[in-house]
């Protein structure tokens, strides 16, 4: 019987919980690699760093050079409760969209608290955005003073939340934005960025900022019906012409990380231009035409993720879930500070 692939428990699959990373393999690209080949089928386990073997002259890989923001601020209402807020989306001058927990507890007017009395953050909730957020206006009008009460936004599944910021950073992160790091990039240091482009690779950059909403559970049981939250992304004029060159010389186009495909396969759908920029919802799953993407560097995802859709229509249903079940048998590690896979 065929499988129903609109069907959110056509994406479960099997993970123990002890194959989490919990923290991120040094140096950054000696976490394991499983390259997996469409066409053939075939699947090999490798090294990170050695994924300069599986590159052409003429290729480009594509990186989202998003900068995460620290995004968490812990503070408290005037009654003293406790309250924690995510940073999404600058609205303004010191205006947020932000996520707020416990979200029933913030009412229109209320103030919270952020740092001592003597030297203290404070924010005032306006109003209501979509699905529970909130939007603040900071006593700080500046990004860098109201940061300065922020930490890092790890993943709920880190249990140990104080790692390093920086290691929860792209070494080629530069555009602040993003709430969540994209993953895929983690694995790369400055040394072999060199060596790819030392082997005639081309590197371009986009940016993503990643929100919230890459991450939010499906609900639906038809996946059809669940909503993207919109992201912003820039495609500077320099990436359009080397994706354009290399595409007329037969090279393969790169995405490293999910960001970058969601925004490459954004701009495939939208009338030529120099450069590109604005707001997607894209949402990808099979059976999906990919018109730019050729290869894939990427983490393992969550159960019923849109990452793991996004995957399974890259790579097709059955062998994405041959070589997921494969990876949960080899003990690979997963999610943001896991090991990656390479499709080709």
Known sequence: ME?????????????????????????????????????????EHRIFRE????????????????KVIPARLVGRKSTGAKVEVLLLEKLGEGVWKCLVKPGKAIK???????????????????GRAEEGTRIL???AKSDSEIFSFGQVPLPHYIKNQSIDFQRYQTVYAKNEGSVA?????LHFTPELIERIKKKGVNIAEITLHVGIGTFRPVKA?????????????????????????????????????????????????????????????????????????????????LPKSTLLMLVSAFAGYDLTMKFYNLAVAERYRFFSFGDACFII
């Open 3 to 43: 499988r129903n692939l609109y069907d959110l428990e056509a994406y479960d699959y099997h993970l123990p919980e002890e194959l989490i990373a919990q923290e991120p393999v040094e140096p950054r690209d000696a976490s394991r690699l499983m390259v997996i080949n469409r066409k053939t089928g075939t699947i």
């Open 51 to 66: 994924i300069v073997e599986y590159l052409i002259p003429g290729d480009t890989m594509v990186f989202n050079v998003s």
């Open 108 to 126: 229109d007017g209320t103030v919270l608290i952020f740092g001592e009395a003597q030297d203290s953050l404070m924010a005032k909730c306006l």
């Open 137 to 139: 206006e900071f006593s």
């Open 181 to 185: 790091a994209p993953t895929a990039g």
């Open 221 to 301: 049981k038809d996946i059809r019906e669940h909503k993207m939250h919109e992201e912003f992304y820039v495609v500077p004029k320099e990436t359009v012409q080397v994706i354009n060159e290399t595409k007329k010389s037969g090279g393969r186009i790169i995405a490293v990380g999910t960001t970058s495909v969601r925004t490459l396969e954004t701009i495939a759908r939208l009338p030529l231009a120099d450069s590109y920029s604005g707001k997607t919802d894209i949402f990808i799953y099979p059976p999906f035409e990919f018109k730019l993407v050729d290869a894939l560097v990427t983490n393992f995802h």
